[in-house]
């Protein structure tokens, strides 16, 4: 299934979308502002979920084998994960205008066993570093990489409970799922919680539209033309007229799905590296130190440009010198999305 479909090209735009909002929002420059590509950070984290829903379901699928998933998936995650957290916990050193032992103090250390421990929010900063910023957080995307762990934990358990089920019992089972994290997250939302809220098992709801659309793939196959115009109609109203998230999920899974099986030429797009994973963990503390040094106030576009490439250039030496080694060992990497 890895080149049958165009998911790693939408993979890729998702998190080149999440560069493009952060950086909108983060530089707070007037030249860049643009109210649609700032609100793709949130979108695309929400269209990864699905992706992943749909991918790593499966994947555990086709291995149903435990240990076979978590090596994969401990693979995919941690070392790249691991290098960025430590990279730049030492790396902004050179941008922190102290000495060595002011830099690395208390703060410093529970920001490093915190981010390797995924929980970013118990510390999200470090002493001398973008506290001038609009928020000071090193790397504000890395909130998602615990709720997809997370995630990967509920898969196995998901899938043994709709072993052997009927296509019925497996989709009644998916409905519940997403409608009761449909209730959770706007009960949490009314409580002013939202940051709780786009936890699990408040996102859950798009994790599993993913897995609906696997479970059924024949049918959404079949009919994925004639859902598409009801998926985006859905999207509209909801988001441009009600403000609501009962059908988005779904919704937004059917574009992803539509897209990705659709015959547009882009199947061998990751052919000579999947980058998506590396531009996510690496853009923020990028963007952060481009605003601590004022360079897009300076040098404006051509400061944005210089941005987007350093991040892609980061991640490219991340694919090839990390994450391409590391996938390619004992297990050969294709059986890892």
């Not at 929980?119 to 997809?148: D, H, M």
């Not at 409608?179 to 009314?190: A, D, T």
């Not at 099986?261 to 853009?283: C, E, M, Q, R």
């Amino acid at each position: 299934m890895k080149h049958a479909n165009n998911f790693d090209f939408l993979r890729f735009l998702f998190a080149f979308l999440v560069v493009l909002g952060h950086t909108i929002i983060l530089s707070k420059q007037p030249e860049f502002q643009n109210e649609f590509l700032a609100a793709m950070p949130n979108y695309s984290v929400y269209c990864f979920f699905i992706i992943s829903g749909f991918l790593i379901f499966s994947s555990f699928e086709k291995l149903n084998n435990l240990k076979k998933y978590i090596i994969n998936r401990s693979r995919r995650i941690f070392p790249a994960y691991f290098f960025v957290v430590l990279f730049f916990s030492f790396f902004l050193l050179f941008f922190s205008n102290v000495k060595n032992y002011e830099y690395f103090t208390l703060e410093w250390t529970k920001y490093v066993g915190a981010n390797l421990l995924f929980a970013n929010f118990l510390q999200p900063c470090i002493n001398y570093v973008f506290t001038s910023n609009l928020i000071c957080a090193v790397n504000g995307s890395l909130w998602t990489i615990k709720v997809e762990l997370m995630f990967y934990a509920f898969i196995p358990a998901l899938f043994y409970c709709l072993k052997n089920r009927s296509i019925i019992i497996k989709n009644m089972a998916l409905i519940v799922i997403y409608g009761l994290s449909i209730f959770y997250f706007w009960f949490v939302v009314n409580l002013g919680k939202y940051e709780l809220a786009r936890q699990l098992p408040g996102v859950l709801c798009y994790f599993v539209s993913g897995i609906f659309l696997f479970v059924n793939l024949e049918f959404f196959k079949k009919w994925r033309n004639t859902l598409l115009p009801f998926a985006i109609a859905a999207i509209f109203l909801e988001k441009g007229i009600f403000h609501q998230n009962l059908l988005t999920p779904i919704a937004l899974g059917i574009c992803i799905f539509w897209f990705a099986f659709s015959n547009i030429p882009l199947k061998n797009f990751a052919k000579y590296g999947d980058y998506s994973y590396g531009i996510y963990l690496v853009h923020f503390p990028i963007v952060q130190l481009f605003v601590q040094e004022n360079l897009f106030e300076k040098y404006s576009f051509y400061a944005f440009f210089a941005c987007l490439s350093i991040v892609l250039l980061f991640s490219i030496f991340i694919w090839n010198f990390i994450e391409k080694p590391v996938l390619k060992r004992k297990f050969n990497h294709k059986s890892a999305v």
